[in-house]
C-alpha cells in the first residue's frame, strides 16, 4: 500500500505510532493477564501429570504452565494492540505525516 499527501501527493509519507506503541503495550498486559489465568487451569493438568514425579513435579508442572500461558498470551495480545493502535493512528489520529509539506492527515476507511 502507498500513502500519498491528499494535499501535496507527495509520497514521502510518514507514520507516526502514538496509539500503536500504546495499545501493543496494553494489549501485552491484557493478553498476559488472559494467558494467566488461562495457564493456571493448564497448570493445574501439569500438576496433575507432575504429581507422578512427586511434589517437585507439581511445582515445575505449574509453574511453566502458567509462564508459558502467560507468554503466548502477551504475545498474542501485544498483536491485537498493535493492529487497532495502527488503525487509530491511520485512520483517526491524524497520524500520517507528509515530509514534504508537513500536512497531517487520516487515511479514509
Ligand atoms: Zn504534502
Redo the contacts with the bound molecule.
Keep these: 500500500m502507498s500513502l500519498q ?1 491528499p ?2 501527493n ?1 509520497p514521502k509519507i510518514a507514520t507516526l505510532r502514538t496509539a500503536t506503541k500504546i495499545t501493543a503495550a496494553v494489549g501485552a498486559v491484557g493478553g498476559a493477564a488472559r494467558g494467566v489465568s488461562t495457564a493456571l487451569a493448564g497448570g493445574q493438568v501439569g500438576a496433575s501429570l507432575g504429581a507422578i514425579a512427586g511434589p517437585i513435579g507439581i511445582t515445575l508442572g505449574t509453574v511453566s504452565g502458567a509462564i508459558l500461558g502467560g507468554l503466548a498470551g502477551g504475545v498474542g495480545g501485544c498483536a491485537l494492540g498493535a493492529q487497532l493502535g495502527e488503525q487509530l493512528d491511520r485512520h483517526v489520529l491524524a497520524n500520517n505525516l ?1 515530509l ?2 508537513n ?1 497531517r492527515f487520516n487515511l479514509p476507511a
Design positions: 499527501c494535499r501535496c507527495s507528509c514534504a509539506c500536512h
